[in-house]
């Protein structure tokens, strides 16, 4: 069950130095796992009885192999077919993906930003028996433990007072069941819709930078920085604009037996310069319609204003000065001509191409 990303489970100021720090958590807790395995065996044998040549025999039979190896790179995520994990991930570049996944879940209000900042926020994990929570521990919720909604986020006192991951808080134990919007450490985008548009209110780039700003504070200019060394892109724009990198990323870690279940989808222009992310869970049947009338079309608007002001600082300049910018002209009319296009109902074709995600919400970064 998921509650953070792994960079933020170690305490550390640089990216590097979490996931050495990881590295070293996961390779501890590996050699524990096998000095275990050990003792469970050491019992086991000692009951049945088993000792000698017949103990060599079965421990070689055991650790001869015949098992497969299973890599993200096939095309599928790395998993078991009961869905748990088969590898435990300590590539930089991934980790740094996960990183970013989870940063633009806060910002849709699929995770609880304020466990990152407060991990005695975190609950406690139910009996190994229990049934499974309907959201993991880490979502942002509402007081009945389902996806929060606008205005019904769970306060930290409801948080503190739940007994374990699935257990609500005792009836009366809380006075403030929840909180306003405005006392939440971010601005949550509860339409579901972020946009590739620098000065964007909602530009996605944006709000990724809000959420390292309320991680990092004053290094999240350097954090950021070192995230783009670590994934190989020159900034991360790049990274959120080329869909072979992080959509690409998103949609193994969201594959399951070959099915394809992303929860963020990308519609993006045929030239990617401009692009809409829709948050699956936020969608309804009016998603599309908010979409154009309140990204796309005002985007278009934009563009127009600012080629009525061209050509009207065109007009005044005179003939004298008209030869010069008017070779600039075409290329702002193909800008215009490919906005206009980004309107089309094709480019929202993308999305259907895309299996549902289960209906269950939990799922991993």
């Known amino acids: 069950m998921f509650i953070l990303p792994a960079l933020l ?29 050990r003792e469970i065996d050491d019992i086991a044998f000692h009951l049945y009885g088993i000792e000698g040549n017949d103990r060599r025999a079965i421990k070689e039979s055991l650790s001869g192999g015949g098992g497969e190896t299973i890599s993200a790179d096939e095309g599928d995520s790395a998993e ?89 808080p005792p009836e009366g134990s ?98 990617r310069n401009y692009g809409l992310w829709l948050y699956y869970h936020r969608l309804d049947p009016d998603i599309l319609f908010k979409a154009l009338k309140n990204y796309v079309e005002p985007k278009v608007r934009l563009e127009e204003n600012r080629l009525e002001e061209y050509e009207a600082r065109r007009r005044s300049a005179g003939a004298a000065g008209a030869r010069a910018p008017q070779a600039a002209r075409p290329g702002r009319q193909r800008r215009l001509s490919r906005s206009r296009k980004s309107c089309s109902p094709t480019c929202a074709s993308s999305a259907t191409a895309w299996t549902a995600p289960p209906s269950s919400i939990c799922a991993r970064t």
């Open 9 to 37: 489970q170690t305490k550390a100021s640089a990216l590097e130095e979490r996931l050495d720090s990881w590295r070293d958590q996961v390779l501890g807790e590996e050699q524990q796992l096998t000095e275990l395995q």
């Open 80 to 168: 078991t077919e009961d869905g748990e994990e088969a590898i435990v991930v300590l590539d930089g570049g991934t980790l740094v993906a996960d990183l970013l996944s989870y940063a633009v879940g806060c910002v849709v209000g699929r995770w609880d930003a304020r466990l990152a900042l407060d991990p005695s926020l975190v609950p406690k994990l139910a009996d190994p028996f229990a049934p499974l929570p309907v959201c993991s521990p880490g979502m942002l919720v509402g007081p009945d433990g389902l996806l929060a909604q606008r205005d019904s986020l769970v306060s930290e006192e409801w948080m503190r007072a739940r007994p374990d991951a699935i257990t609500p």
């Open 174 to 271: 809380v006075q403030s069941r929840t909180i306003p919007d405005s006392e939440y450490p971010l601005d949550v985008d509860w339409d579901g819709i972020l946009v590739d548009d620098p000065g964007h209110e909602d530009d996605i780039l944006r709000r990724v930078r809000e959420v390292l700003d309320l991680l990092w504070d004053e290094r999240a200019d350097e954090i950021e920085g070192e995230a783009c060394g670590l994934l190989g892109v020159k900034d991360l724009r790049t990274y959120f604009r080329n869909p072979r990198q992080f959509f690409d990323h998103h949609i193994k870690r969201y594959s399951k037996s070959r099915r394809k279940a992303p929860i963020y989808w990308l519609l993006q222009s045929p030239k």
